[in-house]
């Protein structure tokens, strides 16, 4: 999950941006509101926490501009005016939930997660693809009830091809949802991270779910749709995906 951090105190902004990596979330920052409206146009988010009082457009008019241009990613509004005129009008002007400073960073993890529940279908607390099963919650894989050892950044790969199980994702795509501004395009971390996912989830003895397709992507597949050696069988359609028993998929 990619997330826009609007906030212009730099202590406040360190803290956050340290605890949401720590959770496997992509960061991006902005201090004014003009940058925070520069940000969401070129790049799409999953999510925006947006402080009120920052320089240029304040976090109103930003909040509200972002909803006129049709932009409907969850807004979190996160600030220290705390009067009730000031929380009728963020929501007034299109946030989804307001959290005022000081704030427990646990607090702002569980609206993240409810409201990012609440954006969509596809965000249940449990995800599978055949016996690759996520429980999002606590942020851990396992397959065939064995657990898998994920680092916070690969399980948020693994987590964006599960969401996005059946299809496949190209190289952009990933780059977009998983890593922040900072990514080297031109770099092959995503083909490390592939990697070392593949050595994980597809260990000797099961079938290949995480598979390459050459100059397009990568595509995450039910073990059915595969034979022993991992490749799609012919003529087979895409990998059967239970997300939370829904049949709906991204």
Known sequence: MRILLVEDDAGVRRFVVKGLREQAYAVDTAVTGEEALYQAEIN?????????????????????????????????????????????????????????????????????????RRSTELHPPRLSVGELVLDTAAQNATRGGDAISLTHKEYALLEYLVRNAGRVVSRAEIAEHVWDESFDPFSNLIEVYINRLRRKIDPDGHSGLLQTRRGAGYILKSGEDCDAGGRAQAGSGQGKVNVSDRKKHA
């Open 44 to 116: 799409e988010y999953d999510l925006v926490i947006l402080d009120i009082m920052i320089p240029g457009p304040d976090g109103f008019d930003v909040c509200r501009r972002l909803r006129n241009s049709g932009r409907e990613m969850p807004i979190l509004m996160l600030t220290a005016r705390d009067a009730v005129e000031d929380r009728v009008r963020g929501l007034d002007r299109g946030a989804d939930d307001y959290l005022t400073k000081p704030f427990e960073f646990r607090e702002l993890l569980a609206r993240l997660r409810a409201l990012l």
